[in-house]
């Protein structure tokens, strides 16, 4: 497995920093926090972007992320569509495998599920069209947020497996999955080469409606039943990209090195028995 650190658990610092904190802690990759990306764009060039991984031997492992890419209206939909291109662009020229897409909040609660699968088909489709010929991959990731969409990893698996694109895949976020209720034999009906990204996490011990990015903790110190869906993903031969997504603005205080070092042990103490 590929264990790398996210952009989010720093979201503080700058690009630079995490890639520094990444080497320092041992990690071999990072997921690029956009944001980030394009700050450091704004006075380095491209080259200088993939010479800043390849020198401190960091590798990216996506670009998080394009946020609620459907239901929009036409002018905000053209804009989703012109951050793929540019972002998938750039994935291919650093050699990025895949971008992080995000679901949107629900319009209107009475819209019928079918209605809602369509809306991201038609989107996904699109948007991994506009990927697929720089060599990206799209990951399309759940949010567990009582407001959003699409909560479950048999929700999303649905719609990834109708859009009939070689090039979508799904994002399992462990908040995610433990706050939107999904249950775990839904993991067992995944395909593994279909999980671009795999965010490893853990949640406060608080009621579901609490939750929130904010009441994350490091691996191993919440209420998220790691093992078990490490087990079970494990057991349908994942063995792909694993980054630590924190979020906890707690975090984001400490020395960014010292952060990356602990999230690394956590990350290791929960995956080791049951990943190589």
């Given at each position: 497995?590929?264990?790398?650190?996210?952009?989010?658990?720093?979201?503080?610092?700058?690009?630079?920093?995490?890639?520094?904190?990444?080497?320092?802690?041992?990690f071999k990759a990072l997921e690029l926090w956009a944001g980030k990306v394009d700050a450091y764009l704004a006075t380095h060039s491209v080259a200088e972007l993939k010479a800043l991984l390849d020198d401190n031997?960091?590798?990216?492992?996506?670009?998080?992320?394009?946020?609620?890419?459907?239901?929009?209206?036409?002018?905000?939909?053209?804009?989703?569509?012109?951050?793929?291109?540019?972002?998938?662009?750039?994935?291919?020229?650093?050699?990025?495998?895949?971008?992080?897409?995000?679901?949107?909040?629900?319009?209107?609660?009475?819209?019928?599920?079918?209605?809602?699968?369509?809306?991201?088909?038609?989107?996904?489709?699109?948007?991994?069209?506009?990927?697929?010929?720089?060599?990206?991959?799209?990951?399309?990731?759940?949010?567990?947020?009582?407001?959003?969409?699409?909560?479950?990893?048999?929700?999303?698996?649905?719609?990834?497996?109708?859009?009939?694109?070689?090039?979508?895949?799904?994002?399992?976020?462990?908040?995610?999955?433990?706050?939107?209720?999904?249950?775990?034999?839904?993991?067992?009906?995944?395909?593994?080469?279909?999980?671009?990204?795999?965010?490893?996490?853990?949640?406060?011990?608080?009621?579901?409606?609490?939750?929130?990015?904010?009441?994350?903790?490091?691996?191993?110190?919440?209420?998220?039943?790691?093992?078990?869906?490490?087990?079970?993903?494990?057991?349908?031969?994942?063995?792909?990209?694993?980054?630590?997504?924190?979020?906890?603005?707690?975090?984001?205080?400490?020395?960014?090195?010292?952060?990356?070092?602990?999230?690394?042990?956590?990350?290791?103490?929960?995956?080791?028995?049951?990943?190589?």
């Open positions: 497995m590929l264990l790398g650190f996210h952009g989010a658990t720093t979201m503080t610092s700058d690009l630079e920093t995490d890639v520094a904190a990444s080497r320092e802690a041992g031997g960091v590798a990216p492992m996506s670009i998080n992320s394009i946020e609620f890419v459907a239901f929009r209206n036409d002018e905000e939909y053209r804009g989703i569509k012109e951050r793929c291109e540019q972002l998938s662009g750039l994935c291919g020229q650093i050699g990025c495998p895949c971008l992080v897409v995000v679901p949107s909040p629900t319009p209107d609660r009475s819209i019928p599920w079918d209605d809602v699968v369509a809306e991201y088909v038609r989107v996904l489709r699109e948007l991994a069209d506009i990927a697929a010929p720089h060599g990206v991959g799209l990951s399309f990731e759940f949010l567990g947020f009582g407001w959003c969409t699409v909560r479950t990893p048999r929700a999303a698996w649905e719609i990834v497996r109708q859009t009939g694109r070689a090039n979508v895949g799904i994002t399992v976020d462990c908040a995610h999955f433990y706050g939107g209720g999904g249950l775990m034999a839904e993991l067992d009906d995944l395909d593994p080469a279909r999980i671009y990204a795999f965010h490893l996490d853990d949640l406060e011990d608080t009621v579901k409606e609490a939750i929130t990015d904010g009441t994350r903790v490091l691996p191993g110190l919440g209420v998220i039943p790691l093992d078990e869906i490490c087990r079970r993903l494990s057991a349908i031969g994942y063995d792909g990209a694993c980054s630590v997504e924190l979020f906890r603005p707690e975090y984001w205080a400490w020395d960014a090195v010292d952060l990356a070092k602990r999230a690394r042990a956590a990350a290791l103490g929960v995956l080791s028995p049951h990943f190589d």
